[in-house]
């Protein structure tokens, strides 16, 4: 086969070839002839101009070593006569991108005090050796500064697009370009800040959000530190941009424009004030910054004089830190409101205080999943009903979403109107279920709908798929109870079961959520068998005749949550059930005739007497007489009369007929029409309910002047 040389040295052999390859370039900068394999001096130039030189070094160091004799036998290839350490052209180091985080390194002005990379070069070209030409220092130092202002802004930017809020992104901005790309900045945002597409208002005012100055101070026997700046910034609080002036010019324009340019000489003074004293030449840039739909403020950054002013590029590099900040902001202040309005939903749609219905004592807790998205589907309730018997309810929406929230909404209203009705608590979990179906495809829920009764002490408990409620007797035996588990709310066509159970006095009710006992570290039944121990020896440290606080009750179940077990939202709902005793209610019926209301004071007027509540008789038999008249004039079965005594003297009395009553105003003809109005003039607290078989009117008086 006949060989075809590629230069004027015949072809060598494949060891000797290797062998070149691997010897340095600078054998053949030294010598002055071409490369093995017909590579000449132009390439080692192309080389050189792929490895920039180090931060800081020199256009000698740029320059070709003078040429030298080959390496002896037995030097190491690649080491020069003179020693190891001797750079060796075309070996140079590149400088590493800076981590995210750290000192941002690479603007164009370097770090203050000292020159940019490459602009303490000489201006004189020096050619890299070779025959053919050369590449002239001057461009290997625009090279590396155009790599330096590259990562700076790509470290800038991550450092930006890290903040979440408001706050942290423009703390990014000012801390990623001071001292790197400016010795000061000043960060101003329209006030207020538009949300989304809504429309600012006007007047259009910039407020002074951050500024962040660093200055040199010499310590004596230590080098040049940087340390912040303790003077305030001269610049203006507040600035109200005019329509049509240089300022507004300057912002609608966008771009980023130098301080001594003619819009930014007539701008500046109106944004920082005209006693704000500029620095001459490039050493300013004001760069609006635009969100998505519109200018929402500016940036102003500053160089001292004893540092290199801005280059043209620069101008870029303010452009893309201000569009990534605006865009940031925008973002921001799009998240904020989501979260104010799913925070509001959250809190509306959750009881704002529980009520203190007579015979139990109740505490709640609530708590999300996590603090940055307070929205979720657990919710609790307590609903007073007629008798003095109190509603407890605990639910769970599937998911953590607005959508969740609202549908949380629905249920919980839904169940307060069911409670108002008095229905058994299987029958509001058959209308919830329904309801759950009515608002759409795959709307679960579990549920917890339990009534107590302070006077006969019995609780009466359903459940729609729910973990079961825990009972802490007085002694401090915990106790999960047994109740039908039940499907969830959403699934149709089944039907609940209703138990009734013993709630003796001083026993404490716990209603939960499964984000309280389950998680990713530990199935629900694990978690039922921990809270029931942990309320267990909570109780013991009280003793066997005394109930635990009800609110530091509730605190010590929640730090049983363990670092990985806050995978779900936390209702908590507590009830000490404390009880009327028999001897503080008086119960009797009524037929429905004439005589019925004389008959209700003289009872009234006995029971207060054995209470020692004499002083109550007068106000008492005008009320029960004007409730009991306007009940017998509508009832066709026996009328209920109930007193009950405990910090308040409660009265009930119930009869067959649905209609509420309504107070309205008598006419001085009109014979009747006046009862309800001295209930409400004599009673602290009264109303009506309505009752699956009747209603119940009721109404309230202090036992203690």
């Known amino acids: 086969m006949t060989e075809h040389p590629t230069s004027h040295e015949g072809r060598q052999p494949l060891a000797a070839r290797s062998h070149e390859r691997t010897r340095p370039r600078q054998e053949a900068a030294e010598s002055g002839t071409p490369g093995t394999g017909g590579r000449s001096g132009r390439a080692d130039a192309r080389d050189a101009s792929r490895s920039p030189a180090r931060h800081g070094e020199s256009a000698a160091a740029e320059a070709p070593v003078p040429a030298q004799p080959g390496p002896r036998s037995g030097d190491t290839p690649g080491a020069s006569r003179s020693g190891a350490g001797a750079p060796v052209p075309g070996q140079t180091t590149s400088p590493a991108a800076p981590a995210d985080g750290e000192h941002l390194t690479g603007g164009t002005g370097g770090d203050t005090g000292r020159p940019a990379p490459g602009q303490g070069a000489a201006a004189a070209v020096v050619a890299v050796a070779g025959p053919g030409g050369g590449v002239p220092a001057q461009d290997l130092a625009a090279a590396r500064r155009e790599g330096d202002r590259l990562r700076f802004v790509g470290a800038a930017t991550r450092r930006i697009a890290r903040g979440i809020d408001l706050d942290e992104i423009v703390l990014g901005l000012c801390r990623a370009t001071v001292p790197t790309f400016s010795d000061a900045i000043l960060v101003y ?73 003619a819009a930014a000489r007539a701008a500046l003074p109106e944004l920082l004030g005209p006693e704000h004293v500029l620095p001459g030449g490039h050493r300013a840039i004001l760069a609006p910054l635009r969100g998505r739909r519109r200018v929402i403020g500016a940036a102003v950054f500053l160089r001292r004089p004893e540092r290199p002013g801005f280059e043209p590029n620069d101008l870029l590099v303010a452009a893309q830190l201000a569009t990534h900040t605006a865009l940031g902001i925008d973002k921001a202040v799009l998240y904020g409101r989501e979260a104010y309005i799913a925070d509001e939903l959250q809190r509306t749609m959750l ?28 919710w609790y309730d307590a609903i007073p009903l007629p008798g003095s018997r109190v509603a407890l309810v605990v639910g769970d929406v599937m998911g953590h979403s607005m959508t969740s929230a609202a549908i949380m909404g629905q249920l919980r209203t839904t169940a307060q109107t069911l409670a108002g009705l008095d229905l058994p608590p299987q029958e509001v979990l058959h209308h919830l279920d329904e309801q759950a179906q009515r608002l759409g495809q795959d709307r679960m829920a579990t549920c917890m709908y339990a009534v107590y009764d302070p006077v006969s002490h019995r609780i009466t408990i359903a459940n729609a798929g729910h973990p079961p409620p825990i009972l802490l007797h007085l002694g401090g035996r915990a106790e999960v109870l047994r ?22 006095a001083g026993a404490t009710l716990l209603l939960y959520t499964d984000g309280l006992v389950e998680s990713r570290l530990r199935d629900v039944w694990t978690g039922i068998e921990q809270l029931r121990e942990r309320l267990a020896a909570t109780a013991q440290l009280t003793g066997p005749d005394h109930s635990p606080p009800l609110e530091a009750l509730c605190d010590d179940v929640l730090d049983m949550l363990g670092p990985g077990d806050r995978d779900d939202d936390i209702a908590l709902l507590a009830a000490r059930f404390d009880g009327i005793a028999p001897s503080d209610v008086a119960y009797w019926f009524l ?111 202090p036992t203690r002047p």
């Open 483 to 504: 109740v039908p588990p039940g499907a969830p709310i959403g699934v149709g066509g089944v039907d609940f079961e209703a138990v009734e159970l013993d709630a003796p």
């Open 591 to 701: 037929e429905p005739e004439d005589a019925a209301p004389g008959r209700a004071r003289r009872l009234a007027r006995r029971a207060l007497a054995r209470w020692d509540l004499e002083e109550l008789s007068d106000s008492v038999e005008l009320l029960i007489s004007e409730v009991v008249t306007n009940a017998v004039r509508y009832a066709e079965r026996p009328v209920t009369l109930r007193l009950l005594k405990t910090d308040v003297l409660r009265c009930e009395v119930g009869d067959d007929s649905p209609q509420l009553p309504r107070q309205r105003r008598a006419r001085d003809t009109d014979e009747g029409g006046r009862g309800l109005f001295l209930v409400n003039r004599l009673a602290r607290r009264w109303g009506a309910t309505r009752l699956s078989g009747g209603k119940v009117v009721w109404f309230e008086l």
């Open 351 to 378: 009881p704002d205080s529980l009520p203190q219905p007579t015979g139990v004592r109740l505490a709640s807790r609530y708590l999300p999943a996590a603090e940055t998205a307070r929205v979720g589907g657990d």
């Open 189 to 261: 945002l329209r006030d207020p800040l538009p949300v989304g597409d809504e429309r600012p208002v006007a007047p259009f005012v910039l407020r002074l959000r951050r500024t962040d100055r660093l200055r040199l101070t010499d310590v004596e026997g230590e080098e040049l530190m940087l340390v912040p700046d303790p003077d305030p910034t001269p610049a203006a609080e507040l600035c109200e941009v005019r329509s049509g002036g240089a300022l507004a010019e300057v912002l609608r324009g966008v771009r980023p424009v130098f301080g001594d340019s």
